[in-house]
């Protein structure tokens, strides 16, 4: 559907591509600004806002009250304090080849009407790949630090940043009496490695509340980020200094000294930063820095040059968020060749086939690489990349390698077209691709154990079931031994605690003392899940398109778990009142309707939940928010043009009131609101003998006045 402009598209199918965008980037947001973890490369964002702006271009009155175009990322996160940065934290232009340089310096000259003669001094600094902060020092003491945040305000992190050893709490010797000093926060590429692995082994063994992080600079925010100073002093993060904010008196004249009273405060200021006397010397600088990246303990991503004259500085000023006088001169793309050794077929918990390409190990840049995506079955064809071929593999910036392109002059004789497998590697049921589809599904369902043993793990992740110790490693555990096939064999595990415990790292032979905890701590996680919310319930099945926010919809409109699972059985009839309901829910799309439909269908889907409602009981959503009110529990429908207020708005207050909001008019409508230019659902509540309110009738029941 992504690819169909958007004047091709019908209302609805705008308004449901519009939802799932909301909630897709939602998700991408929240991955990179809160949980460091990018999900997508830039670019794919970019597209993604950009079909959300051209659909909403389209149709302005599907704008939603969540609409991603609304609300720029990256603002401070809730949990911390704001803080105020004295002067703003800018970004930088960015170079990308001497030509660029060139321009850079040959801007400054113009701009300062500098005669030929007159040379222009910079200061270079390797350009690593962390998190900036803000810290205000007042009479020589540490007084406050913050991230960078939007550039103006950040998040208070004073607690957090205290315990980094590189930073000073006082500074020695003179200093002005205020000052705001600058520099970046980051981790080393070994200490990031050894910190991931330690973090994946925990998360392995169960433990909550943790990941592993993309890469050097997620983990530095993470760690930076942590409600808990304690948290943070056991990361291993460092500091280099290297400009400064707000100021009560200018500290030097040059940066190249203000880099040395840095030092002489107790700061470290990179050791490979140098004072270059002209251009040519900084373009030395740059290659030399390029041939020095990848032995380097850390990431760098190119080379900053500051202009090193202060007051030159202070007269070029800025252009929008950048300096005139400093510039960041990126290093090219990371590239490598290898070779493909093989293309692996993951199965995925709604049965997709995923390739993965495996190759010889190789450093990109620094990093190890052996895996990348192939994303899907026409990918790989496209780029017709085949087994033993030598290919190019890429690393910009966060994104998870990729294949760029194959050297086909290397491409060994007699090779052939990849062939991707028509039946499931894990269970061998045919693998099929939907018409118009690029993802190729196992139909192996609940027999194939690839599938059963991805849709265990999603029903007890964190936001399903949230059972604390079972990780990945554990279901697997349980599964190949027998004991846990469906969900509901989760809670009739105790009878086998005995048997459990048996079980290497499970307890018996205990070595550390937690193993012998690990089976009764286990089984009373499982029992303290015994009345999940209907929603998390819901979410937790694992059926298609049902994510966290259509689990809550569904949840919300049919409140208890019987009257969901009627509803969706009878709502297998096209054409059904069961069905009309299930489509007039704001927010379900006819797709999504389907999956759910679909899936009741399947009788063994059906066993399995009923099983699982023998052990488990989810708590009925809960009821209206102002309970007596005249709307609790009623079910609405707007319809014309409101004129005090948007839709959107008029659905919250509705919702907030207690009232479920449909989009069609049924024999179940306690309520029709009619605004101007109301058209056949007007005239079919009247027919039905449902109470029609017009603007002003509504506004006064809805105590909006
Ligand atoms: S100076 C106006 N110096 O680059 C001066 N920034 O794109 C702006 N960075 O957010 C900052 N190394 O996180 C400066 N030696 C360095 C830097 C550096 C890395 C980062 C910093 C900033 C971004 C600007």
């Not at 080849?97 to 007159?118: K, M, Q, S």
């Not at 200094?241 to 707000?246: D, L, R, V």
């Not at 399947?602 to 708590?619: G, H, K, Q």
Request: glycine residues 8%.
């Amino acid at each position: 559907m992504r690819s169909r402009p958007p004047e091709a598209l019908t209302e609805a199918e705008a308004a449901e591509e519009l939802a799932a965008l909301a909630a897709e980037i939602a998700g991408h947001n929240r991955a990179y600004y809160e949980q460091d973890a990018p999900t997508v490369s830039d670019a794919e964002y970019d597209a993604l806002f950009r079909r959300n702006a051209a659909i909403e271009a389209r149709f302005p009155e599907l704008l939603r009250e969540d609409s991603p175009s609304r609300r720029p990322g990256g603002a401070a996160a809730e949990h911390f304090a704001k803080s105020r940065h004295g002067v703003p934290m800018l970004s930088l232009d960015n170079a990308f080849d001497a030509a660029d340089f060139t321009e850079f310096c040959a801007r400054i000259r113009r701009f300062l009407g500098l005669p030929a003669e007159e040379v222009l001094r910079f200061v270079g600094e390797p350009k690593i790949d962390g998190l900036s902060v803000n810290l205000l020092y007042e009479r020589g003491r540490f007084r406050r630090g913050a991230t960078r945040g939007d550039g103006t305000v950040g998040e208070d992190v004073t607690e957090n940043l205290r315990s980094l050893r590189s930073l000073p709490q006082r500074l020695a010797g003179p200093c002005p009496d205020s000052i705001e000093i600058r520099g970046e926060v980051f981790m080393e590429k070994a200490e990031f490695l050894a910190f991931n692995a330690q973090q994946a082994e925990r998360i392995a063994a169960g433990e909550r509340g943790l990941r592993v992080f993309a890469n050097p600079r997620n983990a530095a925010a993470g760690s930076l980020r942590q409600l808990d100073p304690g948290i943070t002093a056991q990361r291993p993060l460092k500091l280099f200094a290297y400009a400064m904010g707000a100021a009560s008196e200018a500290p030097a004249a040059t940066h190249w000294d203000y880099l040395a009273r840095l030092r002489d405060w107790g700061f470290e200021v990179n050791p490979l930063s140098r004072l270059l006397p002209d251009a040519e010397a900084a373009a030395e600088f740059q290659q030399e820095m390029a041939a020095a990246r990848a032995g380097l303990a850390y990431d760098i991503d190119g080379v900053v040059y500051k202009l090193d004259r202060l007051d030159w500085q202070a007269r070029l000023g800025f252009v929008g968020r950048a300096p005139r006088w400093a510039i960041a001169w990126k290093f090219p793309a990371e590239q490598a060749t290898t070779t493909l050794e093989r293309i692996e077929i993951q199965v995925g918990r709604t049965g997709a086939l995923t390739p993965r390409a495996v190759m010889q190990p190789v450093n990109v840049g620094g990093v190890i690489v052996m895996h990348a995506t192939l994303h899907n079955e026409d990918e790989i064809a496209r780029k017709d990349v085949r087994i033993g071929d030598t290919v190019v593999l890429q690393r910009a910036g966060d994104v998870i390698p990729q294949i760029v392109s194959v050297v086909l002059e290397k491409r060994p004789a007699g090779s052939t077209p990849f062939a991707f497998p028509e039946t499931c590697p894990a269970c061998s049921s045919h693998a099929v691709r939907g018409p118009g589809e690029v993802v190729r599904r196992c139909t192996g369902g609940l027999i194939c154990p690839a599938q059963t043993v991805e849709r265990l793990r999603h029903f007890v992740s964190r936001n399903a079931m949230d059972i604390e110790g079972l990780g990945e490693e554990n279901i697997q555990k349980l599964f190949d031994e027998g004991l846990v096939r469906s969900p509901a064999d989760i809670f009739r595990l105790a009878p086998h605690a005995a048997r459990m415990r048996q079980w290497e790292g499970w307890g018996a032979k205990a070595k550390r003392p937690e193993e012998s905890k690990k089976v009764p701590n286990l089984l009373a996680a499982i029992e303290s899940r015994r009345h999940p919310a209907l929603e998390r319930f819901i979410f937790a099945l694992g059926i298609r398109r049902i994510g966290e926010a259509n689990a809550k919809l569904l949840a919300r409109h049919y409140r208890s778990f019987p009257a969901w699972r009627e509803a969706m059985l009878a709502a297998r009839v096209i054409g059904s009142e069961a069905r009309e309901e299930l489509g007039s829910i704001q927010g379900i799309g006819p797709a999504i309707a389907q999956e759910l439909v679909d899936f009741f269908d399947e009788p063994r889907n059906l066993a399995a939940l009923d099983d699982l409602a023998t052990e488990v009981t989810p708590e009925a959503a809960p009821a209206a928010t102002e309970a007596d009110g005249p709307f609790a529990g009623r079910s609405l429908v707007f319809t014309g043009t409101l004129e005090t207020l948007t839709r959107d708005e008029a659905q919250a207050r509705a919702e907030s009131l207690g009232a479920k909001v449909t989009k069609s008019v049924s024999k179940k409508t306690d309520f029709v609101v009619v605004g101007a230019d109301a058209g056949s659902k007007a005239a079919k509540a009247q027919e039905l003998g449902v109470r029609v309110l017009s603007e002003a009738e509504w506004r006064e029941m809805a105590g909006l006045g």
